[in-house]
């Protein structure tokens, strides 16, 4: 159980909660957020009487966990969550959302270029990195500062909005402030510091599934989020490690029905870092889309085999122009009318 | 390298081809087959000449093994492989065949029952099992021969093709004499002597993919069957053990897209088992179709709470009628026209 | 609920019980065994009255299955099961036991030099496949009947006692007739039909954990083989298939702890075929040892590098006399004294 | 290949070695490092010659890139490292260290009771989180700055070194202020940014394997600290993520030898993690220090049941006594004499 303290609440309620908690018999442990605090009850065997605390002074609500995660799901929120920006919906399910662009920003010739490819291919958003994970130090890890500003200049010169990864609390405030969406990456998704940030941000924010994170461990940190205050989080599933070394990871589409089956956020899917190849990537987005996925996110790059990463797996722009033509086929004939 | 003896090559013949095989310096380890013996040269650090094994009496061919699999693969047959029973055909691309029915046999009437609502629905193939492989040997184990009499029930009544189970060298030669095409379960998928009798039949073969088997090892598996003389093999994706817990298995559609980019043998998908809930089994059909499998096979049954096994992710029959008639629409439009 | 008739139980008593199982609204089906028969209750919601059964005619007893697996457990048998050949014992917690050998048994100069070492070495029993379940249809398949002569030949000439493997019904009539240990290999785990006729023996079997089985499942594998009678089960951890590649599979020790806290029945270690390489095998050996593993199979050639299988993972003969005076070692001190 | 500038390169040298690199055909990304950049030079397709770079001015070396780590492999040094302090070494193989401690600390009097017992057994490091990254943000999150004052306490009093976790850039300042060792957990193994951080700091860094990580990756980890300055780097294998479970996670043992095999960096183990379940934790310990790990780090607390944390895996202080006897005797017996 948890007791929610008022955004004003003082120090001395605080204590007071805990030392009615601890004369209950429980242990009250105090979490700061940053704008409130909540008090969680703990060593309770079976259920505890909410009444007494709810009388408390600075008492905002108590809450029941019954489920391990709270504002993610359902029960706190029947209708599913669409993100509004602009005139691009994420979640609503009549219209899945493409997000493409290549794996880094590398420069702003080829930045512009593959920019104004994939929106004649039919994009509304624009993927590219600037701080990237690399598994090795010695990588090309992104331009950086550098590279979101030629991430503005992509959304001043085409009007497509930005999704950029932030990798850390620092280069956060400066994704935050250049992006439109921020992403956090898979390797990142139980860096709870970072999602916390994440949390106090206005901007959407784009939570990739860890490589053998559980959807109840993606939704737990999807939770980090919003119990922060930031209500508008896409999930991403982008494939996960197992033995099977046909593809660099296994795309897990049932991740799409295990969240909407617990929880009102949009999912989309990663074809690219799952396949690991290109060739496998229009028909997994087809398997994503016919899955009910609320949208995609693809790698393309005007010139993929000279690309500082992820070559392999990026479309060339003829292939994603055929990805969004197959996808809006896919969505005319099946998901209105006869999918659902 | 193998050296391939002609049918009717004597022992001499054959003792001679190893002994050539020895002086040049290699091992020669006799397989023999049913109907001919190989000769398997190894002991060879590089490429072998074989010019003087062609040159042997009682020698048929001479063999490269490049990749580890050969008969099923693109090399050696490049169109792909169509199966054709009656008005059905498997592996063709244009248009996915949906095998249904319950789990087990349990009763003549609810075979009976159940095979009139999934032809009804659109099926032209019957699953049904009567040898069940269980994980205890105190769950009902199919009901064997009466199982296989009711199966022919089916067939005479219904028009309706069947697919059952074989289990073991005994019950396959009775599966053969009742069944259109013989299925070979994922604990099987390495049974290699189970895999060479399917081999010697003359029905076509549904192989399903081993819980924690590679798509190379499932290739391996099939060309066993190959090796025996049946060119008549259909792969079977169904899901693969992971650490995801949300599903029973995680489906691995981009088995599909390895299959065909390694081999001309068609492929289907089994998500009722993936799944192991009812409420996935649709849109993991509709993502299978999607992706490019050549079919599905699916457990439906009259009365799942009463099912024998696998009650919890057989679909209704009016479930079932939903599911062709996705399929249907996601093939007329994509696959034929735009998809392709 | 498992209805167990007696061994001279007639037909129409078997019906009977069916009958009655019906009359009270269950189903009833029945299991024939070799030489009795259970009807198993299905179709029950709660508890099942048992004394209606108990009273009627054949019947010999009742049993409540509340685990999946029974024979096994430590309920049905609370005394480690110690399986005695000659001086050898198996399961006893004082003296683990090390089986040796061979991948193959390729000619008779080869195995019986093998065979020398590894008794220098301190093995009591030997490996060696004749049978040999190969993922290709084109590897060398083992010598086959020609095999179970040559280690008829062991030991006789040795006193090893023999460990070899059965892969389908019919060499396991050779395989029995020749060898002291039936193995059963992780392919075959759940290759039912395989392990009822290894439970119709008189042979000890050693049966290996398969690649993606979990604990359950092996105990479920092995509820079968002792279902038919056969009490002399050992059961084998040889590694799981995971995502992880510095080893073939990834050796589980806590498979050891598992067994032993549900079952009676003995547990070797094969650090072989888990690691597949030979630097491996003496370490992995050891912690098998220490962590409580009643034995350790082995494979060790005396020229690795032209083995025909598994040259890769086998130890040379001075290794594995290092192995056994290491595994002594850890086993004077530890086991006996300070770690039990 | 990578032309490592010297501290004081001006930027105009940089520039100078990125145009060089140009010219020929190439493209150089520079690496700002704390204290110096690296300049990565990409788009070759086979060898560069590296004498024109070396010639630059501001240039320091050029190192070619042969494994995908540098220094943490033993091409770079060939003596193993051993971490000293005060008394203890940490990578000498002769004798294992163990960490004992409570999982989480919890208040002054708990965590001074729990280190005086694990001193009494025999531990001369001590483990105890301040700040906890927990799946729920609704779990207790540990008493954070307050927590690392009863760890300097701890220190004060009992004279048992401190470990303890940071999870963020910001806690990472106060753990280094007050801890011995820093500890970087699973879920941060690839948080490159805090990779970095410990990097720059003087104390010794454990680090975690994460729970799909492979060998290589947990090496590159390490490589990300070591670049920047700390040499200082234990790694640690705490259970990897599969299918099985029996477990929470699957203890691989062969990641000691793999890590042994590439690089001279010290690796320990974690046995109560991987476990989950306390009566695993002893005979898990045993076969890790049988398989040659440096080291133990074991969860201890004076009252499981009544642990905010991880109770369920934390040995009573009387078992954890037994562990370190059985350790010490393995040892003795074991590693110096016979074992090597």
Same mark, same amino acid.
């Given at each position: 159980?948890?007791?929610?303290? $008022? ?38 065997? %079976? ?31 029947? $209708? ?10 994420? %979640?609503? #399910?009549? /219209?899945? !959302? ?22 004649? %291919? ?5 993927? #590219? #990195? ?14 950086? $500062?550098?590279?979101? /500003?030629?991430?503005? $200049? ?48 206005? /901007?959407?924010?784009?939570? /990739? ?49 295990? !969240? ?8 989309? !899917? ?24 609320? %949208?995609?996110?693809?790698? !393309? ?32 004939? #099946? ?6």
């Amino acid at each position: 159980m948890l007791v929610i303290m $008022k955004n004003d609440a003082t120090q001395e309620q605080i204590d007071n909660v805990i030392r009615e908690i601890t004369d209950a018999g429980y242990r009250g442990i105090p979490i700061p957020g940053d704008h409130r605090t909540a008090v969680c009850i703990v060593g309770n065997q %079976g259920m505890v009487e909410e009444s007494p605390f709810l009388a408390l002074e600075g008492v905002k609500e108590v809450l029941r966990v019954t489920k391990p995660y709270k504002l993610v799901s359902h029960e706190t929120c029947p $209708k599913p969550t669409v993100i509004r920006l602009g005139e691009v919906e994420i %979640g609503n #399910g009549c /219209k899945p !959302v493409i997000i493409a662009g290549p794996c880094s920003v590398e420069s702003e010739e080829q930045t512009l270029r593959i920019a104004r490819q994939v929106k004649e %291919g039919g994009a509304k958003l624009f993927r #590219g #990195g600037a701080f990237k994970p690399r598994t090795s130090p010695y990588s090309f890890q992104g331009l950086g $500062k550098a590279g979101l /500003k030629i991430l503005e $200049k992509v959304r001043s010169e085409t009007g497509l909005l930005i999704v950029t990864e932030a990798t850390d609390s620092e280069n956060l405030k400066l994704v935050e402030a250049s992006t439109d969406i921020i992403q956090i990456g898979a390797r990142n998704m139980q860096n709870y510091s970072l999602l916390r940030r994440a949390g106090q941000t206005k /901007k959407p924010v784009i939570l /990739k599934r860890g490589l053998s994170a559980t959807i109840e461990e993606l939704l737990m940190a999807a939770e980090y989020i919003m119990a922060e205050g930031n209500t508008q989080v896409i999930l991403c599933e982008r494939g996960i490690r197992t033995f099977s070394d046909n593809t660099r990871f296994t795309l897990d589409l049932s991740a799409i029905l295990s !969240v909407k089956a617990a929880s009102h956020l949009p999912i989309i !899917v990663d074809p690219s870092h799952a396949a690991g190849r290109r060739d496998y990537v229009i028909p997994l987005s087809r398997a994503a889309i016919a899955t009910g996925a609320d %949208g995609l996110i693809v790698e !393309v790059h005007s010139d993929p085999p000279s690309a500082l990463s992820d070559g392999a797996q990026s479309l060339y722009p003829e292939q994603f122009c055929q990805l969004v033509k197959e996808v809006e086929y896919l969505n005319m004939l #099946g998901v209105e009318k006869c999918l659902k």
